[in-house]
């Protein structure tokens, strides 16, 4: 059956429903209320100010009708109850004017105003109920849809579309749970009896989409690794120790089991697909550098993508130093980089003279070709777009791969954004490093923060002061900066180098300024969230971040992450006067995994990274922040699925069903 089809739905009501993202009548029965309005019968006495009730009563006065202009008017009566009259307005609902004569029993469901005694009535029933509580379903809707107008056109889709609703869930699971069959569940949630049977058809529907998406998943992970044959690289394990035994520290346990997980992948036979995650300053970039040299003795090129300049060299400078006295050739490529130096860098890549390079969206420039490229790392991956990871993939013949991510994520999230790849976790910090200090202060206590900055600054300790978060395209970003330049002026211009970076500058400035903030040039630096990722100055021990209830809590944990990178004591002030309970987590934990969780809960998936990432999963019924014991069930029914014998062309008809829906 065809949207078209469905009674009542004409051509204007099409449009308006596509304009909805309804284009099939399986969107439309699967277009799920975003809410319930739970309506009890009750009386004016027992109902507070702004809720909905259900009241039985007779008209006692003559509707009078207005109208506003065409196709909207508002009818005005009013109903005497049992504990009282009341008046009721309506709108849209002249027709019912001669059905309510004076004396008139009627049922009506509406929002009480106790102030004005007015219920605000979304319906009126000209014979009475005959069960105390309503649920009432609330859609999102467009203008020219009404809230009535979208249940009836479900209600029609599920009577006509008999036999047309695909159903994901194997008969094998849908007896181990008992669930009820899909068309009764779609019934029910439209139309709830009662919460009881609402929470049953929730949990069975909500079941289905994470079980189908979980199925689709694990499938295609298996259909990789079949296809993608890898390399299988020999390394030489004994001149990787060797090189580990040379570094002025002593790998984490986290990071030693990392290193164990890639050389694993790098060996067998299909081709590595992995997240190396970890928290601020935990040590990923060590793992990474360890990979590209295990790749480098296995006789294959590395590329390693950054989001930025500022990162990249930073790369390609820790590279030179860690690599120093061992034959490795590393190149950097950038847009900085001149037009003579990427003619060479080119060539040399080319001809396989270069063992890694690390650079920009520069490496996956169409001039830029590889001899036999093995290993791909792209780090704080989620910057980048698909298309521009599979750009540097698709350079060489099947490479290994490698995302890094100092953004961590919930487990609940990472099961399914990140359900393809194997996880790498790097949970434990670097020995020496001390516990970030938090502290909570409000703008009145400003003098405190300044004497708490000048403690640092006379050690000869560094500090970053960010501005409030404003979107780049504001022209009031400068302004904040600027204003907060002159306070730190002000009380610190006469003894200490003050500057500011914000994003609308030219890289090459940013560059400049980064550099002499690295060198100790410049003691205070202002920013905006810029500096959020991979900066790595060891010498700043203090973080102040003005207006912090601005900020996600993800943010402002990357943030602090960046200090603390030294044997230093370190400390973040976050000023706010909104003294919520989000801040005081920051206080409370410096773990990256507990506090992404939180924000997890508070924000939702679509914004931990700051904006929507493109090609982000959405549900239309499952909710990961209070549906993760479904989730973690329905993954692992779907992996046993996957390896169950029977049901063999049931499963085939499941993997053409949900590869293409």
Do not use: W
Not at 84 to 91: E, Y
Not at 467 to 492: H, Q, Y
Not at 544 to 556: K, P, Y
Request: net charge positive.
């Amino acid at each position: 059956m065809a949207l078209k089809d469905v009674k009542g739905i004409g051509a204007r009501s099409l449009l308006l429903l596509n304009k909805l993202g309804i284009t099939s009548v399986d969107d439309l029965v699967t277009h799920y209320p975003f809410r319930y309005d739970i309506l009890k019968r009750g009386s004016l006495l027992e109902t507070e100010d702004g809720e909905h009730i259900i009241i039985d009563g007779r008209v006692e006065s003559s509707p009078i009708l207005v109208r506003f202009k065409a196709g909207l008017n508002k009818m005005n009566f009013r109903l005497l109850t049992a504990t009282g009259p009341v008046g009721v307005s309506i709108f849209n609902r002249a027709f019912l004017k001669s059905h309510l004569a004076v004396g008139t029993a009627i049922t009506v469901i509406g929002k009480f105003d106790k102030k004005k005694n007015v219920i605000t009535a979304s319906e009126i029933k000209l014979e009475p109920l005959s069960n105390k509580v309503k649920i009432e379903p609330v859609y999102h809707l467009t203008s020219g849809i009404t809230n009535k107008n979208m249940a009836t056109f479900i209600n029609m889709a599920l009577l006509g579309n008999s036999g047309e609703i695909h159903d994901f869930i194997p008969t094998y699971y849908q007896e181990k749970y008992s669930f009820s069959s899909k068309r009764m569940a779609l019934n029910i949630v439209h139309n709830p009896p009662s919460k009881e049977k609402l929470k049953e058809a929730s949990i069975r529907l909500k079941y289905e989409e994470l079980f189908a998406f979980m199925f689709k998943i694990n499938y295609l992970k298996e259909e990789n690794k079949k296809k993608n044959a890898g390399l299988e690289k020999k390394v030489p394990k004994d001149k990787i120790e060797e090189f580990i035994n040379t570094l002025p520290f002593e790998l984490t346990e986290d990071q030693k089991k990392s290193v164990q997980d890639i050389l694993h992948d790098m060996e067998g036979r299909g081709r590595m697909n992995r997240l190396l995650q970890g928290d601020v300053g935990s040590g990923k970039t060590i793992v990474s550098f360890i990979a590209m040299y295990a790749n480098k003795l296995a006789g294959y090129q590395s590329a390693l993508m950054a989001p930025t300049e500022i990162l990249a060299t930073q790369h390609y400078q820790g590279l030179l130093s860690f690599f120093s006295k061992f034959d490795v050739k590393v190149s950097l490529l950038t847009g900085s980089t001149t037009k003579k130096e990427k003619d060479k860098i080119y060539k040399d890549l080319k001809d396989g003279v270069i063992d890694i390079v690390v650079g920009t969206h520069a490496l996956i420039q169409e001039d830029v070709m590889y001899h036999n490229l093995g290993l791909v790392i792209t780090d704080e991956q989620h910057r980048f777009g698909v298309n521009q990871r599979a750009n540097l993939q698709n350079k060489g013949q099947k490479p290994d791969t490698l995302y890094m991510s100092a953004t961590p994520i919930p487990r609940t999230y990472a099961l399914t954004i990140y359900g393809d790849m194997d996880v790498s976790t790097i949970k434990t910090r670097p020995k020496g490093r001390k516990k970030i200090k938090t502290i909570l202060k409000k703008e009145t206590e400003i003098k405190d923060v300044l004497t708490l900055m000048y403690e640092e600054l006379k050690q000869n300790h560094q500090i970053y002061v960010i501005a409030p978060l404003i979107e780049e395209s504001e022209n009031s970003d400068l302004t904040t900066v600027n204003e907060l330049k002159d306070k730190m002026n002000l009380a610190f211009g006469k003894k200490f180098k003050i500057n500011l970076v914000h994003g609308k500058m030219a890289s090459l400035q940013k560059d400049l300024i980064m550099k002499e903030f690295s060198e100790n040039k410049v003691q205070i630096l202002i920013s905006t969230t810029v500096i959020e990722v991979g900066v790595d100055v060891p010498n700043a021990t203090m973080m102040v971040i003005f207006d912090a209830e601005r900020f996600g809590l993800s943010t402002l944990h990357q943030l602090r992450g960046r200090v603390g990178r030294s044997d230093l004591q370190s400390s973040c002030v976050l000023i706010s006067n909104d003294d919520t309970k989000r801040l005081h987590i920051m206080e409370e934990t410096n773990d990256g995994f507990e506090i992404s969780e939180e924000d997890f809960k508070l924000r939702g998936h679509g914004d931990l990274f700051g904006t929507k990432q493109s090609g982000d999963m959405t549900f239309k019924i499952a909710d990961l922040r209070v549906d993760y014991k479904i989730l973690l069930q329905a993954k692992k029914d779907s992996e046993e699925y996957l390896l169950r014998q029977e049901d063999e062309s049931l499963k085939q008809e499941l993997i053409k069903s949900i590869i293409h829906s």
